[in-house]
């Protein structure tokens, strides 16, 4: 989009013919084109063509002004000089240079008239112009003019619910494994005994547990001015960084193998009792099922996991051919719309991205604990690599965790159906 400037002299081009002997100077701004006398005599009808030419050779922005003088002229300007200093006046439809070529000022210095050889000629056009805080095609808001209003800082990604972390019991250490003593088994042979009659032994065994501490930690670089200079950035990528370690943490504590540096997930072997859905059995079915199951074994479940698909399609479930739902009327609306975790069989619903879809956990929270050496935190690092001769900082994200399943045979894990 193009403006006119407030003072119209200093956008328009001053262009100026001086006499010296038998040479023109013409003077456009502050360039100079000299032409013998005899030759711009027998060109003088090709004026115009040499002017284009020379402006063409010119500077993109000398070469778009005269073009905006040809292009948008729109009528003269009164004359205001004296013999040979006088403005011409551009007629729309006549060409800069053919308004030169037919100036009186111009040919008094041609035909050696003007006693002092230089003529002044001030290109005065008055532009059609509206002032527009759109441009381009299509037409869109430019910032030209107009300054866009940037919202503060940025808007961010997802990021992951992490409703297990907040449910699971936490505990803390300053070692980095931990050890616990667990009852293996317990055989309750107490009964009643006559006067004088051998009483029962009952049996009890136990085991040691050890469980190692887990590093999870990410990095990330900067340079060093985008730090400094940015509002929002620096508490932003903390943010992400530490949300990002607790994310993976979170889906350790599900999916983590015991191999290597990962965790022992309470779906790896041994962390949990298995469970085997029926022929025929709905997902409501089985989930009542390892209710009881776990209630058979002398623990109170709390929770169920699964993922949000399985937790929708179960809410989604209707009666036949009724358009009422298994979960009685509204009630898979009503515990949103109040806040309160859904809920089936009265037992609360934990819908985790991390867990499989079709697969399911149910138990008790005080069946496992989540031990913490060093609490997901995010450090800035000046000296690592070559920082210090690129200018960068290395944002490091790093907590230390071990999971303890305590009571495995109060966890249940399997497939909601056949």
Same mark, same amino acid.
């Given at each position: 989009?193009?403006?006119?400037?407030?003072?119209?002299?200093?956008?328009?081009?001053?262009?100026?013919?001086?006499? @010296?002997? =038998? !040479?023109?100077?013409?003077?456009? &701004?502050? %360039? /100079?084109?000299?032409?013998?006398?005899? $030759?711009?005599?027998?060109?003088?009808?090709?004026?115009?063509?040499?002017?284009?030419?020379?402006?063409?050779?010119?500077?993109?922005?000398?070469?778009?002004?005269?073009?905006?003088?040809?292009?948008?002229?729109?009528?003269?300007?009164?004359?205001?000089?004296? @013999?040979? =200093? !006088?403005?011409?006046?551009?007629? &729309?439809? %006549? /060409?800069?240079?053919?308004?030169?070529? $037919?100036?009186?000022?111009?040919?008094?210095?041609?035909?050696?008239?003007?006693?002092?050889?230089?003529?002044?000629?001030?290109?005065?056009?008055?532009?059609?112009?509206?002032?527009?805080?759109?441009?381009?095609?299509?037409?869109?808001?430019?910032?030209?003019?107009?300054?866009?209003?940037?919202?503060?800082?940025?808007?961010?990604?997802?990021?992951?619910?992490?409703?297990?972390?907040?449910?699971?019991?936490?505990?803390?250490?300053?070692?980095?494994?931990?050890?616990?003593?667990?009852?293996?088994?317990?055989?309750?042979?107490?009964?009643?005994?006559?006067?004088?009659?051998?009483?029962?032994?009952?049996?009890?065994?136990?085991?040691?547990?050890?469980?190692?501490?887990?590093?999870?930690?990410?990095?990330?670089?900067?340079?060093?001015?985008?730090?400094?200079?940015?509002?929002?950035?620096?508490?932003?990528?903390?943010?992400?960084?530490?949300?990002?370690?607790?994310?993976?943490?979170?889906?350790?504590?599900?999916?983590?193998?015991?191999?290597?540096?990962?965790?022992?997930?309470?779906?790896?072997?041994?962390?949990?009792?298995?469970?085997?859905?029926?022929?025929?059995?709905?997902?409501?079915?089985?989930?009542?099922?390892?209710?009881?199951?776990?209630?058979?074994?002398?623990?109170?479940?709390?929770?169920?996991?699964?993922?949000?698909?399985?937790?929708?399609?179960?809410?989604?479930?209707?009666?036949?051919?009724?358009?009422?739902?298994?979960?009685?009327?509204?009630?898979?609306?009503?515990?949103?719309?109040?806040?309160?975790?859904?809920?089936?069989?009265?037992?609360?619903?934990?819908?985790?991205?991390?867990?499989?879809?079709?697969?399911?956990?149910?138990?008790?929270?005080?069946?496992?604990?989540?031990?913490?050496?060093?609490?997901?935190?995010?450090?800035?690092?000046?000296?690592?690599?070559?920082?210090?001769?690129?200018?960068?900082?290395?944002?490091?994200?790093?907590?230390?965790?071990?999971?303890?399943?305590?009571?495995?045979?109060?966890?249940?894990?399997?497939?909601?159906?056949?």
């Amino acid at each position: 989009m193009k403006t006119t400037p407030k003072s119209a002299p200093d956008f328009i081009p001053q262009i100026r013919i001086i006499q @010296d002997s =038998t !040479k023109f100077t013409f003077k456009v &701004s502050n %360039m /100079s084109y000299t032409i013998p006398e005899e $030759e711009l005599n027998r060109a003088f009808n090709a004026l115009e063509k040499k002017v284009h030419q020379c402006f063409a050779n010119e500077t993109g922005e000398i070469n778009e002004r005269l073009k905006e003088l040809e292009q948008r002229s729109v009528g003269g300007v009164p004359s205001t000089g004296s @013999d040979f =200093t !006088k403005q011409f006046s551009v007629h &729309s439809g %006549m /060409s800069f240079a053919k308004a030169m070529q $037919e100036s009186d000022s111009v040919k008094a210095v041609l035909s050696k008239q003007s006693p002092k050889g230089k003529a002044q000629i001030d290109a005065g056009l008055f532009f059609k112009n509206t002032i527009l805080g759109e441009g381009g095609s299509p037409q869109n808001p430019v910032n030209t003019i107009v300054e866009a209003d940037r919202l503060p800082g940025v808007v961010p990604g997802a990021f992951r619910s992490l409703s297990l972390l907040d449910m699971i019991p936490k505990g803390a250490t300053t070692s980095n494994q931990i050890e616990y003593t667990r009852e293996a088994a317990f055989t309750n042979d107490a009964a009643e005994t006559a006067e004088g009659a051998t009483k029962p032994e009952s049996d009890n065994t136990f085991e040691l547990v050890e469980d190692p501490v887990r590093t999870i930690a990410h990095w990330i670089k900067t340079s060093r001015q985008v730090w400094d200079d940015s509002a929002w950035l620096q508490g932003f990528l903390n943010d992400r960084m530490v949300h990002g370690t607790r994310a993976r943490l979170q889906s350790q504590i599900i999916n983590g193998d015991g191999t290597g540096s990962n965790l022992a997930g309470i779906t790896s072997s041994g962390r949990h009792t298995a469970f085997t859905p029926e022929t025929g059995d709905t997902e409501l079915d089985s989930l009542n099922r390892c209710k009881y199951l776990i209630q058979a074994a002398d623990y109170e479940p709390d929770f169920i996991m699964m993922n949000p698909a399985d937790v929708g399609r179960i809410e989604r479930l209707k009666r036949g051919s009724d358009v009422g739902y298994l979960l009685a009327d509204g009630k898979g609306v009503d515990y949103v719309s109040t806040g309160l975790r859904g809920m089936i069989w009265e037992l609360p619903v934990l819908a985790v991205n991390d867990l499989a879809a079709g697969k399911f956990i149910m138990g008790t929270t005080s069946a496992m604990r989540l031990i913490m050496r060093q609490e997901a935190t995010a450090e800035l690092f000046e000296q690592d690599g070559d920082n210090v001769v690129t200018n960068k900082l290395t944002l490091r994200a790093e907590l230390r965790a071990a999971l303890a399943i305590l009571v495995p045979v109060a966890i249940r894990y399997g497939d909601l159906t056949v």
